[in-house]
């Protein structure tokens, strides 16, 4: 089984607000990655967790902040996002740093 | 700066011909080479990894790569309608551990005509 998942699918949030997307997989998977997807373009690098702590950080705003709880499950919060955030979130993961990766189906999110 | 790059296409095939999609890289130390397969709205699918010099077959799909022509390409036989999507290109930069990442082409869009 290659599934991860993540929720919610879809996500309309406003500026001011706060709000969290989650990933999990039961690969035993111990890398797991936040790309942001813009139409047209290719997923973009946010985040890499390995063994449950942040290895890379590609310079990405504060606004986006990522929690790893255990080794399945990563966050992704948000907070003062602006429009130009919106965009396609994806999470995957991969038995360890430079081996394939598998994404989840993503979320949509629309900052208004 | 690492790059990958494929043509964006659209690369239009007939159904039932062979699709041949292409990507180069400049990270010479890069040793894993990933395809994946992107239907609009959807999230990338793995479709063929590929570490070793030479050819990988996996059922309809071939994954070639030639390191020291820094090329990677990907072949589909019988093509479908259903194969129809963005192709992406992702090669795995860094120096092992922690600083390992995918770097990837902007994506080739496949159209095949019925």
């Known amino acids: 089984d290659t599934e991860v998942t993540q929720t919610p699918k879809h996500l309309v949030m406003g500026m001011t607000n706060k709000k969290s997307l989650k990933c999990e997989q039961h690969m035993g998977h111990r890398a797991m990655y936040w790309y942001k997807q813009k139409a047209k373009k290719p997923p973009e690098l946010m985040f890499v967790y390995s063994y449950e702590k942040l290895s890379i950080n590609e310079s990405v705003p504060s606004r986006f902040s990522p929690e790893c709880p255990n080794s399945s499950l990563l966050n992704l919060h948000l907070h003062a996002l602006q429009p130009e955030d919106s965009a396609l979130y994806l999470c995957?993961?991969?038995?360890?740093?430079?081996?394939?990766?598998?994404f989840g189906p993503g979320t949509r999110l629309t900052v208004t | 700066q690492k790059e990958v790059e494929q043509n964006s296409g659209p690369l239009s095939v007939p159904e039932g011909a062979i699709a041949s999609l292409n990507c180069t890289y400049s990270?010479?130390?890069?040793?894993?080479f990933f395809w994946y397969r992107q239907y609009s709205g959807k999230s990338p699918e793995l479709i063929m990894f590929?570490?070793?010099?030479g050819d990988k077959e996996d059922g309809r799909f071939t994954a070639q790569l030639n390191k020291a022509s820094q090329y990677v390409s990907l072949l589909i036989r019988d093509s479908q309608p259903s194969d129809s999507a963005t192709y992406l290109c992702?090669?795995?930069?860094?120096?092992?551990?922690?600083?390992?990442?995918?770097?990837f082409g902007t994506g080739t869009l496949l159209a095949v005509q019925p």
């Open positions: 990270d010479r130390g890069s040793q894993s």
């Open positions: 992702a090669v795995n930069i860094g120096y092992g551990g922690a600083t390992n990442k995918l770097i």
């Open positions: 995957a993961s991969s038995q360890d740093q430079g081996f394939e990766q598998y």
């Open positions: 590929i570490y070793s010099n």
